[in-house]
């Protein structure tokens, strides 16, 4: 049972470059997430989708876009690469979150380091 | 809006001693509450939840229990081991809300 795979694991880039995350799961859930995780930032959500074919901006989405082409997959994007988005990227999925105790599960992350 | 507010880290302890990381929350209505926890290396994982006021949630040792009065979700372990050194976040789920709402995170290291 693979729940939410992220690919790549690592990554460098150079300021400018560009490059798409992959997020897949395997739960059939409806909602998926893109967060970043900064030291002493805690979490921060970037784009969402509530379904396929649906994406919303988060809480820092500039720089990001996202699609949600197929129900399992959410891909995240960055354009043109800037040192202030190295991170490390979560990807997360939930059935819908209002029904009572819904849990997210989430993948085991992509450190990305933009020089 | 919603909002998590927790204790602020970092949180070192010796082995066996007694765990508190306090968590309170702003909500409307009655939101879920949970705990999560990331593993050095790893993506963050449900450690226990609580879905109503009074609610104790309990796994691995680590209790919290749902106190509306308080709008409070304080973590708890009675003795702590090395292999509890992780970050943790307290995080509510609530009616009309599309998405999950985290605090900032904890860091615990526990010294042998």
């Known amino acids: 049972n693979a729940g939410v795979t992220q690919t790549p694991k690592f990554r460098v880039l150079k300021t400018g470059q560009s490059m798409t995350l992959l997020c897949a799961q395997d739960?059939?859930?409806?909602?998926m997430y893109w967060y970043r995780q900064d030291p002493g930032m805690g979490l921060r959500l970037i784009h969402y989708?509530?379904?396929?074919?649906?994406?919303a901006k988060g809480e820092v989405p500039d720089g990001y876009n996202v699609s949600r082409l197929k129900k399992q997959n959410f891909l995240l994007g960055l354009e043109s690469a800037a040192p202030s988005q190295t991170s490390v990227y979560f990807c997360?999925?939930?059935?819908?979150?209002?029904?009572?105790?819904?849990?997210?599960?989430f993948g085991q992350g992509t450190r990305l380091t933009v020089v | 809006g919603d909002s998590v507010t927790q204790m602020e880290g970092p949180v070192t302890l010796s082995e066996e001693a007694f765990l508190t990381i306090n968590c309170t929350y702003t909500?409307?209505?009655?939101?879920?509450l949970f705990w999560y926890v990331q593993y050095p290396g790893e993506g963050l994982q449900l450690l226990l939840k609580?879905?109503?006021?009074?609610d104790k949630g309990s796994n691995k040792g680590f209790e919290a229990t749902y106190r509306k009065e308080t709008t409070s979700f304080h973590l708890e372990k009675g003795s702590v081991q090395v292999s509890d050194s992780a970050v943790y976040f307290c995080?509510?789920?609530?009616?009309?809300?599309?998405?999950?709402?985290f605090g900032t995170g904890t860091r615990l290291t526990i010294i042998p």
């Open positions: 997360a999925s939930s059935e819908y979150p209002n029904r009572v105790g819904t849990e997210a599960f």
């Open positions: 739960m059939n859930h409806e909602y």
């Open positions: 989708s509530v379904g396929e074919g649906t994406t």
């Open positions: 909500a409307t209505g009655y939101p879920s």
């Open positions: 609580a879905t109503k006021a009074d």
């Open positions: 995080a509510l789920s609530n009616f009309g809300n599309e998405k999950l709402t």
